[in-house]
């Protein structure tokens, strides 16, 4: 029997572990805690263990990836991704590892990284091309706003990804502004959020009761 091997799939997982190699080479002069965590002001809230820092999340991470790509190539509508966005929802797992578990580990060694700018501006960009590409994405059960009533009509599904498109674009924009300009406003980090998330689903179900 031939076996077919997933070529992104490894090659995406070999790169969720490439963090490992510089865990080894710096592994002595990582602290025993090594913060994993930090609020919207960029305080440390939450730490693991050496180990799991330096060896665990690249793998934790690996395995993720694996779940990503057995969800989006196992979808029965997998045919109506948008490819751009099935592209980039295959890469962003091993992007994010490859580049903030090595900002992890060099912040827990005491560099200097303002992790209060370089993550946020980091989802801001991702939230952006999201939003680019959402009205583009057809109707699925793995990417995209998927609600009872999404699911229900094609017409529900588009107009609603149509206006998500919009929203997340300028929600990423202005979370990347709002970053640059040092504005750490809980109230408004949390309208961003709730305009993301919960706009598009309130429009949706207004659609639904409309009978779309």
């Known amino acids: ?38 609020n919207f002001k960029g ?21 993720i990836n694996f779940i990503v790509h057995m969800s989006l190539n196992n979808d029965p509508k997998k045919a109506n991704y948008s490819v751009v966005l099935k592209q980039f929802s295959l890469w962003l797992i091993p992007v ?56 229900n009509s094609e017409e529900n599904w588009n107009k609603t990804h149509h206006l998500a498109g919009f929203i997340w674009t300028i929600g990423g924009i202005l979370l990347v502004l709002t970053t640059f300009l040092n504005v750490n406003s809980l109230p408004l980090l949390l309208t961003i959020v709730f305009s993301l998330v919960f706009v598009p689903a309130i429009y949706s179900y207004m659609l639904y009761k409309k009978g779309i």
């Open 43 to 63: 305080e440390v809230d939450n730490y693991a263990s050496k180990a799991f820092g330096a060896f665990g999340l690249p793998f934790l991470m690996a395995f």
């Open 96 to 151: 994010m590892t490859l580049f903030l578990v090595p900002v992890t580990l060099l912040i827990s060694m005491g560099y200097d990284i303002k992790i209060n700018i370089v993550v946020p501006v980091f989802v801001g960009i991702i939230i952006i091309i999201c939003g680019n590409y959402l009205p583009k994405c057809k109707q699925n059960y793995t990417m995209g706003i998927k609600l009872p009533w999404t699911l």
């Open 1 to 38: 029997m031939k076996i077919k091997f997933d070529k992104m799939l490894i090659l995406t997982t070999v790169i969720c572990i490439l963090p490992v190699i510089m865990s080894l080479i710096v592994f002595d002069r990582l602290p025993d805690q090594i913060p994993v965590h930090w």
